[in-house]
């Protein structure tokens, strides 16, 4: 049986005649703005080569473990769905891992991940049926052949998106050749991007040695002594920054931070770049990377993210066949208050510092976050991120951050994702539930409206442009080179 | 004054005209459905003897630490209810009793109680007056009056309520003899036991030592050595599938988990079985017996259940006046990503193991939770429990695991209770409650209303049966013996 | 642009048509109701004085760390806002800091500060346009005016804000003279105390040598002697309770509590005493001095107030400049399950004791204190604390806790506030939720009207009184010497 897909306009927004009347009228102000991305996991290698995607399994199901991970809960192997493992792309057919795909497609109700695809399937692809068993076929012909067509390559739906920046991660031991590309090629989409390094921060990361030999390439210092370390970092930040990044990204297993002398932070360095560790020593080094990390923005002005509290790889099993990303991360409890206290004992106060702070435990909201946002000048709140990056997780966001934080403390949405088609939907998203959640506001009379049509842009627009500096005199926007 | 007693067919709905209107539909057709219990302390006695209760003290009050509880945080006494010490009944007049709590009924406001007694005395006795120090008497001589009848006794109200199936609990080292009587009986009500080990399991369980004699008895195996204990529970499994089981049941004060060598294992065993161990040797057993019951899950299919996270006996003076189970346990903090690990390291990806995971620290279920289930083929979540078995606490449930987890990662409704009456009106809330927020997203244009129909059903009826296999061919229904 | 400043009469109450008109129903029969204000920090010297308060910076922006935490967070100086630091009042012109306020005032949007402020400007001063940069300075001025009337004396505001009893808090060391003057003014205003002995418990207490000696003589006992320690708080109950007093407050950074042998009591107040003492003993002797007091509260049946959790000046740099209470406390994850069970161990079963246990911690709300409070008769809930003294936190507490622990468990309301102004601000915030949330549960047919009608007054005046004895004859009101 075939069922219509048919996004509603009101979707998302209260079922309450008065307050979804108000949601709507912010929502038509704010529908149509840019898309700022300020953080995300897009490969910048589309935007450099310009070239087709192939077909939907490769473009929109193996690389989305939001996706593979719910089918994964419920027997389905991930070489069925065709997702790479340690050893490569699996012999699967795409158009079979689809209809698996397809014929699983209730689990996602109640998802946003189902939102997502749905306004990706509407709006991207025009479709007017439904996913189902049914209309797998017709859905993967039809979606590879749009994907051969130029309208669909990557650049043309950034244009088509309306995304006036894009942000991607890279790695300190990775260079920014398709950065570099793009810039070169002369097209003017502003992608830019952000400055990562995790892989040489913590010794615990699978690929920390390799990184370190790459880190040292590429920085043409002795990473290996603690000056040249930190030099090394130093050097690799000026080079995202002519890359466009305003910003650095930090994703621990904890929010961790340390406040050593220099004697004490070089002995630990020597012990971690000797491989004479233990778990607590690189906990400690992570900790004191943060501080270091601090110190340094307060230098060269750039935001830092802390993305904290993931346990990365839970699944033994999983992660010995298929490698890291595999949907097998899981959040934990994550303490804010006490671990961040050394670095804002020592920084807490300097003006040129800003560090959004992310968390996946939510019970930090009322409790941690909103009431350090809502003191300290260098920190922000970021949004609701990964699992809770949804309807009710962003609402509960706001109904837990805002009595004590206010709006303008937040920094806008960001999308988080490395599935570069559903952008719009999310950003779409982002946008209909902070209008949900403003139109409450009004209808209960906590705000007026016209209050509310500024937050709505703020919100959506304003907030994230101040937070990550990107109308900061101090970064001057990358130019193409045509 | 005397107040009327009427169920409105409304309640539990929202108030929201258009969202309502979608409740009452989803509910139409579901709220007649079957009721399939998995999960509860009914007393297998009851339907073994079919014998007829008393009176409303003996039936609703004095085993209900729901509700005694409550008026003992106001100052009534425990002995004045009529409730048990360790001496057995107090010389309470039953009709005291029931005046005393019937004038403290207004205590229940807003509580789940409240909701399930007045379906009760509406539904199972057919009041119309509400209850109060006014009605106490006519309510006290109209449920005696009642109870005397052939009507009122437990197989009737049994066939009269729709359960489809009843599953009591009984220790490893508790007959199964009601459970004979019952199928003997030629009655065919399908009533099965569950297996529930703890108090062979936890060394500081009050009985351990008494419980493990009675083991060994009826096992005919050699508890107190470490091949005969498992061969022991291996047996015990076994009789309690021929007695209807599909699942076991595990009450640990935290849900931590062991993966010993069996060396290791054999050692803290023999610590255990010769009373010399510590707290943490305590614990460091019952988290190793959780994989060693899922070990023996992977052989003989039976679904694990984890009721984790309970600090039980709280009250030092009522401990030890009145024994176990007397309203004062309180739930704890409880981790769930750590402590499950080294059972799922070991059998993370058995096709044939299913653990339902129940929790008392709602701030698990967004962060925890479902992003466990929404990954693990072998976790699937229990309904929210005790003290969140309540409308709020069913919402928030549903709010905080259905964007990670889906529906189809959950299992039902439990009832979990010892109050039989109760059963079909626990039931008719979570139906409620649980159409209720489909409803809202229907409202909300997040699901279509044919989909939210589907899942009405897989919520009240589907998903119990298949979570706890009770289709399942490897576990055929136990035939009465008529 | 000049925006009117008008308060909706229907404001915080649902949107839904059907639920607002039964809030507004119930609001109705409580909006009048006196104040009781059972717990806060309002200057007695005011009432004694009756002096005029001179200009809004110094009565309204200066004292009131939630308005300048949030104008610190976004970058503005304490300086420029007036709020003293450790060598007193800057010399900032008040009406330069005014100015600075109000042309951040957007920053309080969707903020409690805010509907209390728009309460009191529209209410207490009669303003019908909105603050704003542009109408500062008329602000200013008419509240000087207003100010300077005999009108706005701190007493003439008392009997206008209908307060039936308000209580403040003093230390164990500071005198009560204020309070003596106040009574022997012939005022009839009914002003408390509260008996808050931390500085002379908390040896981390940056006071706590100087208010040993003053405990030392104003009690005449030996405080430096474990028994001459607990007469003096003994004597200074006795003290407060002349005072009108008849509750405690003990404000520790956990809920910890312990239940020493006397001797070991002994010997760690003599470590304590002379100086020698570690972190881990001043948390031990913390948690004792619970117990103790809770000893105490048997004999003399004061309530016992525990506001736990927070981490008191987190920001260095700010405590170093400005001292404490300057909006840089930040909560914590707080556990009550096992902290209060030594306590609770010697005390729980007491009738005579009563504890009101406030927490900053929501997650603790749903797991731990409504079913300690649901089942203790010695413990109740006090409201959402500090930061979560909001509609959305105030909502949070009624669904988290009402399930499990019923109305009758908790408190009413407390202001908990310096800002004598917001004070009916703030109670009638209190008012609209709850009625707010009542209605819910009206709408729900989960709760007939004439109860909710009945829990109104309830949580707004008589609950209030009950738990904080206000009527028992134990403890009779302190007459006015006239």
């Known amino acids: 049986m075939t069922r219509p897909l048919k996004l509603n306009e009101d979707r998302l927004f209260p079922a309450d005649a008065r307050t979804r009347d108000i949601a709507r009228a912010l929502y038509r102000e704010v529908a149509a703005l840019p898309i700022i991305s300020p953080h995300g996991h897009t490969d910048p290698a589309w935007f450099a080569s310009d070239a087709p995607w192939t077909n939907a399994t490769e473009l929109l199901l193996a690389p989305d473990h939001y996706l593979y991970r719910m089918l994964y809960s419920q027997g389905v192997t991930l070489d069925a769905l065709g997702v790479p493992d340690r050893n490569g792309v699996p012999a699967t057919d795409p158009r079979e891992a689809w209809r698996l795909f397809s014929a699983h497609y209730h689990l996602f109700r109640g998802t946003p991940s189902r939102i997502w695809l749905d306004h990706v399937f509407a709006e991207v692809f025009g479709f007017d049926t439904a996913l189902s068993a049914d209309t797998a076929d017709a859905y993967f012909d039809a979606i590879g052949a749009a994907l051969a067509t130029p309208a669909f390559r990557p650049r043309a739906l950034f244009d088509r998106f309306g995304i006036e920046l894009l942000a991607t991660t890279e790695g300190a031991h990775e260079p920014l050749d398709h950065h570099a590309a793009i810039r070169a090629s002369g097209w003017r989409g502003r992608i830019v991007t952000t400055y990562r390094p995790d892989a040489v921060v913590d010794p615990e990361h699978h690929d920390f040695a390799v990184a370190m030999a790459r880190f040292a390439e ?5 990473v290996y002594d603690w000056r040249g370390y930190l030099a090394a970092h130093r050097k690799r930040r000026a080079d995202f920054r002519a890359a466009g990044a305003t910003a650095t990204d930090h994703g621990h297993p904890t929010a961790a931070t340390a406040n050593l002398s220099a004697g004490e932070a070089e002995r630990l360095f020597r012990q971690i770049a000797t491989g004479n560790w233990t778990p607590a020593d690189a906990e400690l080094f992570r900790a004191q990377m943060l501080t270091e990390f601090a110190a340094m923005s307060v230098e060269d002005g750039m935001v830092m993210q802390i993305h904290a509290g993931s346990c990365r790889n839970h699944n033994r ?7 890291r990303d ?3 991360d899981i959040p934990t409890r994550t303490d804010y208050v006490h671990a961040l206290k050394p670095l804002l004992d020592r920084f807490g106060t300097e003006t040129r510092l800003s560090i959004i702070l992310f968390t996946l435990d939510e019970s930090t909201y009322a409790r941690e976050l909103a009431p350090l946002a809502g003191h300290y000048p260098c920190l922000k709140l970021g949004p609701s991120w990964w699992f809770h990056d949804s309807p009710e997780g962003m609402r509960r966001f706001r109904e837990m951050t805002t009595e004590t934080a206010g709006f303008y403390n937040t920094v806008g949405f960001n999308d988080d994702t490395r599935a570069f088609l559903s952008i719009p939907a ?5 946008r209909r539930v902070d209008c949900a959640f403003l139109a409450r506001l009004v209808a209960e009379h906590r705000l007026a409206e016209w209050e509310a049509a500024e937050l709505a ?4 627009y304003g907030l994230v442009k101040k937070a990550y500096k990107l109308d900061d005199p101090e970064f001057p926007p990358v130019a193409a080179a045509a």
């Open 457 to 460: 842009q703020e919100l959506a």
């Open 326 to 328: 595999k949907g097998a």
């Open 426 to 430: 999310r950003h779409d998203v982002a």
């Open 218 to 222: 590429l920085s043409g210092e002795d």
């Open 317 to 323: 099993v999983l992660f010995e066949s298929h490698g």
